[in-house]
């Protein structure tokens, strides 16, 4: 079993930033990539951002990029987002994922990843 532990959020003025860090624990595993998405409220989870872990390849949604940026330290196992620039439309719970290097589809659908953390929110004010 895989835990991901997801810390950083917080409340933050429009035009601000907050780096969010996700570190992963318990089994060793080969990972192929890691992900962020988010939920807001009423909303279905949306694709943010993915490194693929060794290549450090990384992706981004359209809506993310060029403000946020994702990246990773192997030796610690974590996974960072760092948000710049935040908007009020960022504001959600932000869960990061790991993706199952076998899935065929689209990298930035939920059903590519197999562990997820608990979550942590993100309160960006306007």
């Known amino acids: 079993q895989v835990q991901l532990e997801e810390s950083g959020g917080g409340l933050v003025q429009a035009g601000g930033s907050l780096r969010l860090s996700c570190t992963a624990s318990?089994?060793?595993?080969?990972?192929?990539?890691m992900g962020w998405f988010r939920q807001a409220p009423g909303k279905e989870r949306e694709f943010v951002a993915r490194?693929?872990?060794?290549?450090?390849?990384?992706d981004y949604s359209e809506s993310v990029k060029g403000r946020f940026t994702i990246s990773r330290d192997i030796a610690k196992n974590t996974v960072y987002l760092q948000m710049n620039s935040l908007k009020p439309e960022d504001t959600a719970v932000y869960y990061c994922a790991v993706q199952n290097a076998g899935y065929s589809g689209n990298y930035y659908t939920s059903r590519a990843y197999d562990y997820w953390g608990q979550g942590t929110q993100v309160t960006v004010s306007s």
């Open positions: 490194i693929r872990w060794r290549a450090d390849i990384k």
């Open positions: 318990g089994r060793t595993f080969s990972r192929y990539a």
